[in-house]
């Protein structure tokens, strides 16, 4: 059964689903108390926004997809789903990936998606090497790490593969910085791989790029419209603005601009924001995001830039009700 646009409520409907499991409940308390600049920005655009807590979801298939939030369907009224999709715990991964896929097997739309195919490219940073260092982009080399008792052959494959430490060991999918470590000696990553192994992420090994920070580039519609600069503070090696990083406007050089166009053109992505690790003149590919990338530390007139392009890009998104892919 298809939603009618007599179903639709006068504001466009967007279902936030994020996952507070993610977070030491003190931290989530925080983050409650300070409120959500992103929420008020869509509230303030017209649509009527709902947050609602992965944990809350039963995803179901009965007769027609459903997602059963209590007694109720959450895709009974046509809406946008902005499904906050990274974590640090398999299980409820695998629980994240049953909720986009009900939501794409539906008529609503699942603005989180955004490229070809949101469960590889949405999250996977191997998977997004891949193709951008198909298209031309520098990639740094990189060692995906094998399961279980078979993890330590990936020290043999970075003896061989990569130049001598450090090194930086992250996880294939997460965000904010988590789990991103720097190991300096091969010994120092076999212990890093000993004790991550277990808990079931899937793990990359680069060499650590001293001196770097991370650019993000944000493209609407073809065009980048607007850069942040990440560095880390002071001794610390992370750039991440919520892991104490430095932000600031940037200029993105044309080489960088023209490859991020060329990656949202690649993944017919309207709304694409692409990071790149700069140190020096060298740059290389980190990763791609899409609505759910940061953009509330850019300075004052890029913000709003952004936050408008989100707002157009959302709206276009939820008009195009393009049906269960
Ligand atoms: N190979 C590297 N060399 C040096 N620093 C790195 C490297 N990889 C990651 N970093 C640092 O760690 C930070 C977090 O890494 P990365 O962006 O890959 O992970 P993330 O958790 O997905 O972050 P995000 O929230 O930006 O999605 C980067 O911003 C950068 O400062
Ligand atoms: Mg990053």
């Known amino acids: 059964m298809k939603n009618t646009a007599a179903d639709s409520p006068a504001r466009p409907r967007i279902v936030w689903i994020t996952t507070p499991d993610n977070y030491d409940p003190e931290v989530q308390k925080q983050l409650k108390r300070g409120g959500s600049e992103r929420?008020?920005?869509?509230?303030?655009?017209?649509?009527?926004?709902?947050?609602?807590?992965?944990c809350d979801v039963v995803p179901v298939w009965n007769g027609r997809p459903r997602l059963l939030h209590g007694d109720e369907d959450l895709l009974a009224r046509f809406?946008?789903?902005?499904?906050?999709s990274w974590t640090w715990d398999p299980a409820i991964e695998r629980h994240i990936e049953a909720i986009t896929r009900t939501v794409r097997a539906s008529d609503c739309v699942l603005l989180t998606d955004g490229t070809l195919d949101p469960e590889v490219f949405g999250l996977d940073k191997?998977?997004?090497?891949?193709?951008?260092a198909a298209?031309?982009?520098?990639?740094?080399?990189?060692?995906s790490v094998p399961f279980g008792r078979y993890a330590r052959r990936a020290l043999d494959a970075v003896r061989t593969q990569l130049p001598p430490g450090p090194y930086v060991l992250k996880p294939r999918s997460m965000a904010m910085g988590y789990g991103?470590?720097?190991?300096?000696?091969?010994?120092?990553?076999?212990a890093s791989i000993d004790l991550l192994t277990p808990g079931g992420l899937g793990c990359l090994v680069q060499p650590y790029v001293p001196d770097s920070?991370?650019?993000?580039?944000?493209?609407?519609?073809?065009?980048?419209?607007?850069?942040?600069l990440r560095e880390p503070a002071g001794r610390a090696y992370l750039a991440n603005a919520s892991q104490g990083g430095n932000v600031s406007g940037y200029e993105a050089p044309a080489e960088i601009a023209d490859l991020s166009e060329r990656l949202a053109r690649s993944l017919h992505s309207d709304y694409l924001c692409v990071d790149w690790l700069i140190s020096g003149e060298s740059f290389s590919f980190n990763e791609w995001m899409t609505v759910s990338a940061a953009y509330e530390d850019l300075p004052p007139s890029a913000r709003k830039t952004?936050?408008?392009?989100?707002?157009?890009?959302?709206?276009?998104?939820?008009d195009e009700r393009p049906g269960p892919r």
Do not use: N, W
Not at 79 to 84: D, E, I, N, P, Q
Not at 126 to 132: I, N, V
Not at 135 to 143: D, E, H, K, M, S
């Open 39 to 54: 929420l008020d920005m869509l509230t303030a655009a017209g649509f009527d926004v709902r947050v609602v807590h992965s």
């Open 79 to 84: 809406a946008g789903f902005l499904v906050t």
């Open 126 to 132: 191997l998977a997004m090497y891949h193709h951008a």
């Open 135 to 143: 298209l031309g982009a520098p990639v740094l080399p990189t060692v």
């Open 180 to 190: 991103v470590l720097k190991a300096d000696t091969v010994q120092h990553l076999g």
């Open 213 to 228: 920070g991370d650019v993000r580039v944000y493209v609407h519609e073809g065009k980048v419209i607007a850069a942040l």
């Open 306 to 318: 952004v936050a408008e392009a989100l707002v157009q890009y959302i709206s276009h998104r939820m």
